[in-house]
């Protein structure tokens, strides 16, 4: 594999792998060390979305990359901080990149253009007494494809919103130089006071009342930020507030 050292990572390229995220998995059970390791692939032959969902990606169009984080310094009850990091670091990114202000984080883990999903997020973390271990943090995001299987919901690329191709590798360094900054801010307890005022600010639907599916059933409600352990706070038409977790809620289009 093709491998670049950039800042503090190294970064590796292939052509085709099954998953990225299994791939570093298969790194962490070798027993290697996998901090500020990258892996960037142009095709996954296995890409995984979040629950069994596959993750599809025309060959050599979009970035599929695993990053390794050593996540030591969070308590495992504060995991949902490490998808606020990388959230915000592709927003971070993106919104310089093309100056584009519509680019939104749809709890828990996609990045939305507007109504469209423009790529996701998939972490897995490992725990040692109570702390975060080693953290796998996969991220799919779609860039020069200009045409999409009907199967995927709603799915948008950096090409159609701004009618250019992009260099991957470019926007791979730029998110991970935000990462790296947004690592330093979550080291502080003012900084993770910074990092959870924005990925509120950056939310997909925040204060809007809406159409969910809740526990199989349809209900208007509102968006009103982060519970603890990263659940979605929401509110009732009748003001009551509800905490939710990805497997009771369903956002409706
Ligand atoms: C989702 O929205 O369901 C999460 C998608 C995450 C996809 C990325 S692509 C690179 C990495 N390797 C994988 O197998 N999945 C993640």
Redesign the pocket.
Known sequence: MRQVIFQNFRLMFTEEI?????WMQSRIKAGESISNLVLC?DY?T??????E?H?H?EKGKNL???LGLDAGFIAASAQFLITQIIALAVVDELSVLTQEKDFRIKWP??IFYQEK?L????ISNTIRNGQLDESVI???LNVNQANFPEWIPRPVSLRQIVDREFDLQEILKGILKCFSHRVDQAKSMEGIGIINNEYHQNLFRTGEWHLYEINGEIAELRIKGIGEFGMLVMETREGKTIHCDFKTIRFLF
Not at 46 to 51: D, V
Not at 119 to 122: A, D, I, K, N, W
């Open positions: 099954d998953s990225t995220n299994q692939a996954q296995s890409g995984k979305g979040l629950g969902n993750w990606s599929l990359f695993s883990n996609d999903k790529g996701g997020v998939l996969g991220v799919g």
